[in-house]
């Protein structure tokens, strides 16, 4: 039976205050939403919290850190995760989280595939310092922080993910982008402290904008299809961790190949830093 069409729905694209749950939690899955691939979640634990156990299964993972520091071992080797810093993790994997002194609040990112790529361990001080994956884009009121985490340095057959950071009342994803013939994709605002928040639209006519909704911390809007740029309230900045899982495995699994909305087009996407070079 072929499943229909990806809608942009509110009612299954816009989950609330994603990280309010201790312990390993889902939100995002192709069960409850609507992606084919892409799942996304979090594992929060608090200082002296027991380790939390579990298995990948047929989905390659990213965890990424949010928060305070976490341990992560994967076959017999730990990795101690800072702020932004990610790891990469098979399928077929198991995997051991423990809380650091702070406790931890780590992002769950990952889809199914068929291939089994190593565990990669991306420190965000090597991000920061590779013009290829950290590069400032976007003109004046649209200027953003881009930072890729899982991308071109890591092998993977699907997932992508990265964290954007605003200046104070700007635009992000501007021009207005889309690349639903390749990748879904997923925001998690972070770094938003009350009372800031944002604007997030996702539409396929720009006339009649299919969703339009305020994001706060903590909360993830998917985007499975159409354009998808927002805006950060004045004063405030909008940041976000963004997740992409590739439609076909490997051969779609490209960053920065997106189709500007045309009234834009000659803005350029601003994103071409990120893009690797294929074979």
Not at 53 to 78: I, K, N, S
Not at 134 to 150: C, E, K, M, Y
């Amino acid at each position: 039976m072929t499943r229909p069409e990806a809608s942009i729905d509110p009612a299954t694209c816009v989950v609330r205050n994603t990280g309010a749950t201790r312990g390993r939690t889902w939100a995002i899955t192709p069960a409850t939403s609507p992606t084919r691939h892409l799942h996304y979640g979090r594992v929060i634990l608090a200082a002296g919290d027991g380790p939390i156990r579990f298995e990948t299964g047929e989905r390659e993972t990213a965890l990424v850190c949010l928060g305070d520091g976490a341990v992560v071992e994967v076959e017999g080797t730990a990795y101690s995760l800072t702020r932004y810093g990610a790891l990469y993790v098979p399928r077929d994997s198991v995997v051991s989280v423990a809380p650091g002194p702070g406790g931890c609040d780590l992002a769950e990112v990952a889809a199914p595939v068929t291939a089994r790529h190593p565990v990669q361990f991306v420190r965000f001080a090597d991000v920061s310092n590779d013009p290829g994956l950290h590069f400032v884009t976007g003109g004046p009121s649209a200027r953003r922080d881009l930072n890729i985490l899982v991308g071109k340095n890591v092998m993977a057959g699907r997932i992508m993910a990265g964290v954007t950071f605003s200046e104070p009342g700007n635009w992000t994803s501007w021009p207005p982008h889309e690349h639903a013939a390749m990748l879904e994709e997923a925001y998690l605002y972070i770094d938003m402290p009350a009372p800031w928040f944002g604007i997030q639209l996702v539409y396929t006519n720009a006339a009649n904008p299919e969703l339009v909704t305020v994001v706060r911390e903590g909360d993830v809007v998917v985007m499975p299809k159409g354009y998808h740029p927002n805006v950060a309230a004045p004063g405030g900045s909008i940041n976000f961790l963004w997740m992409m899982a590739a439609n076909r495995e490997d051969i779609d699994r490209q960053y920065g190949v997106v189709n500007v909305q045309p009234e834009y087009a000659a803005l350029g996407s601003g994103l071409d830093k990120g893009r690797a070079e294929r074979r």
